[in-house]
C-alpha cells in the first residue's frame, strides 16, 4: 500500500510541477487561456494525487475501517441509494435548465445562451429516452 501512496503523491506533485512549469517556465509560449487551462490541470492534479494519497495511507493505518467502507461501496443497498440519488438530482438539473432558459428569454440574455440552454435539455432527454431503451433490454 505505500507504494500506491507513493505514486498518488508523484502525481500530486507532478500536478504542482506541471502548473508551475504553466506559470513560470512556458509563459511566453502559451497563450494566456492555455496557460491557466494547464495550471488549472495541475492543480487538479495535484488535488487528486493528494488526496488519494492521504487515503492511501488512511487505508494502510486502518486496514479494517478501509475493508468495511469497500463492502459498503460495493452493498447492494447503498448502489442502489446513489443510482437513485443521482436520477433525482439529474432530474432537478434537468428542470433548471429549462428555468435558465426561460429566465434568459425574460431577461433578454443573447439569443445563443437560450438556444444552448434549450439544446442541452434536449440533449439530456434524448439521452435519457436512450438509456432507458438500453436498461430495458439489458435488465
Known sequence: MKKKAGVYFAVGLAGIAFALAARFFLQGALSQSQAGA?????????????????????????????????????????????????????????????????????????????????GVFLLKTMLDFVLIAYYQKRM
Open 38 to 118: 494547464m495550471i488549472g490541470v495541475g492543480a487538479g492534479l495535484f488535488g487528486y494525487g493528494v488526496g488519494k494519497g492521504c487515503v492511501a495511507l488512511w487505508g494502510e493505518k486502518h486496514p479494517d475501517l478501509m475493508r468495511q467502507s469497500e463492502i459498503e461501496e460495493k452493498d447492494e443497498r447503498n448502489r442502489l441509494i446513489r443510482s437513485r440519488a443521482q436520477a433525482v438530482s439529474g432530474e432537478i438539473l434537468h428542470w433548471l435548465l429549462m428555468a435558465a432558459a426561460w429566465a434568459c428569454i425574460f431577461l433578454d440574455a443573447p439569443f445563443w445562451l437560450t438556444l444552448l440552454l434549450v
